[in-house]
């Protein structure tokens, strides 16, 4: 039977949970605005290399083993949607402590990876702005999965007289 202290969700931390979504969510958002953003230059890139390969100046294997990492526009769109598929994952899941601890090791990657890669669609001025979605998302996981729940305080047990043998305590 539920006891009162647990949400919905299962969760003791009902405002750590919807931080947790809230957070998923701005950093969906995000990862899908500057992916939108980039399918110009995508378009224009994969163009660009399909003319090549038409035209006989360069084969799908050359291009794959050699020129593919000089594509600028490749890595960063990457990036955002690995960002945008944690994202999913957090609102699709139910954020429990376990799910959380999960979470953690892609977080951080991505984080790491976040701060390693060229400039961002607002520049390298303005990349914080970028990653705090993502920073904040790490943080709230390691936040919910170090904090234990605290227990909800039962009524007081007094130690009874313990067994009786003719009406008298047993000691």
Do not use: Q
């Not at 399918?39 to 290399?49: A, H, I, K, Q, T």
């Not at 990876?113 to 914080?128: K, S, Y």
């Amino acid at each position: 039977m539920n006891s009162g202290r647990k949400d919905r969700f299962g969760d003791p931390r009902p405002r750590l949970v919807r931080a947790l979504k809230w957070t998923s969510l701005i950093m969906l958002l995000l990862s899908l605005y500057e992916i939108g953003v980039r399918w110009s230059d995508l378009v224009g890139e994969v163009r660009m290399v399909a003319h090549l390969v038409r035209g006989g100046r360069l084969t799908w294997g050359e291009f794959l083993s050699t020129y593919m990492w000089d594509l600028n526009s490749f890595p960063m769109a990457g990036y955002m949607v690995l960002r945008a598929l944690l994202s999913l994952w957090a609102l699709s899941a139910r954020c429990t402590r376990r799910a959380c601890a999960w979470m953690i090791l892609p977080a951080a990657l991505l984080t790491v990876l976040g701060f390693t890669l060229r400039d961002g669609l607002l520049g390298g001025a303005f990349r914080l702005v970028s990653m705090l979605p993502l920073l904040l998302f790490l943080t709230l996981c390691v936040i919910h999965v170090c904090l234990r729940p605290r227990k909800k305080p039962g009524p007081e047990r007094r130690p009874g007289p313990g067994p009786l043998r003719d009406g008298r305590p047993v000691r």
